[in-house]
């Protein structure tokens, strides 16, 4: 129904395609840093996101939370990871750890400055000594994040016109 109404006002034309498109794959590393939590928290009593100065950044129970060049994350799947990292990217990630269990985990990377949109607010200034994301992910948390090509279906517009004036 609403896609019949945009192509009828704005004349618009789509077709599907399957593009190769730039990707990362999360993979354990050589050795497994991560601890897998025997005990599930209680989504009930959730922690909240806000930090205290000088205090690090903690999550809700079954959540991340993502900050500027850290990431806090309380009895979260691999998957859950996964989403939270193709966000901090701007690339889809691919959970291939293999690994069912949840997990908490704090990273801390200092991150590139394409990584996060520019809210107009005063920037951390890089760490020249600091890691990278896939650095910090493997030397914190034992795991491989690799580049990777995958084909992904998108919708490409093929013409679309202003509407008109009524």
């Known amino acids: 129904m609403m896609q019949a109404m945009l ?16 990707a990362f794959s999360l993979s354990v590393g050589a050795s497994e840093k991560l601890q897998e939590v025997k005990i599930d928290c209680d989504p009930s009593n959730p922690k909240t996101f806000h930090r205290d100065p000088g205090q690090p950044l903690t999550a809700p129970c079954g959540m991340v939370a993502p900050g500027l060049g850290i990431l806090a994350a309380n009895t979260v799947t691999m ?10 990217t701007g690339r889809m990630v691919t959970d291939r750890t293999n690994l069912s269990g949840k997990y ?20 951390p200034r890089p760490d020249p000594n600091g890691s990278t994301l896939q650095d910090a992910l493997l030397k914190q948390l034992g795991l491989k994040l690799e580049p990777q090509t995958v084909p992904v279906e998108v919708l490409v517009i093929e013409h679309v016109e202003l509407p008109a004036n009524n």
């Open 79 to 88: 998957k859950k990871l996964a989403e939270s990292l193709s966000s901090i």
């Open 7 to 22: 192509e009828n006002h704005l004349h618009l034309r789509v077709h599907r395609e399957t593009r190769n498109l730039p």
């Open 104 to 123: 908490n985990m704090n990273l801390k990377w200092n991150p590139d400055p394409n990584q996060y949109p520019d809210y107009g607010g005063p920037r």
